[in-house]
């Protein structure tokens, strides 16, 4: 199984972070499969931010839940995460990463993606 990030890059204080995890090797709709969004500040540990199910269902992190959507494009095999109402404190590397073991766990994952590096500044 592979995972690819992609993001813009830049982000601007108060706009919205759109990144998309395209997946290869495993369908995002395979049983029991979790999809999740994990980021990692400069100097910080790994941070959960949500993740979407096989069957579309999402969990999100309580402390971002108020700005973050996670959706997914089965046609593409892609899944996106979206944060709003960004500051700098969300610059980090984003990953996507795969919960195959049947359940979910946040610190259990079976495959990562490489991370993309997303900046907030004006």
């Known amino acids: 199984v592979q995972l690819q990030e992609s993001g813009p890059g830049l982000v601007k204080p108060s706009q919205t972070l759109s990144v998309t995890c395209t997946v290869s090797?495993?369908?995002?709709?395979?049983?029991?499969?979790?999809w999740s969004w994990i980021r990692q500040p400069p100097g910080k540990g790994l941070e959960w931010i949500g993740y979407?199910?096989?069957?579309?269902?999402?969990y999100y992190s309580p402390s971002l839940v108020s700005r973050t959507s996670i959706s997914r494009d089965t046609s593409n095999n892609q899944f996106t995460l979206q944060l709003r109402s960004v500051t700098p404190e969300d610059t980090a590397v984003y990953y996507c990463?795969?919960?195959?073991?049947?359940?979910?766990?946040?610190?259990?994952?079976?495959?990562w993606g490489q991370g993309t590096q997303v900046t907030v500044s004006s």
């Open positions: 979407i199910s096989y069957s579309g269902s999402t």
């Open positions: 990463a795969l919960s195959a073991r049947g359940y979910f766990r946040r610190d259990e994952y079976d495959y």
């Open positions: 090797g495993a369908s995002i709709t395979s049983p029991h499969y979790y």
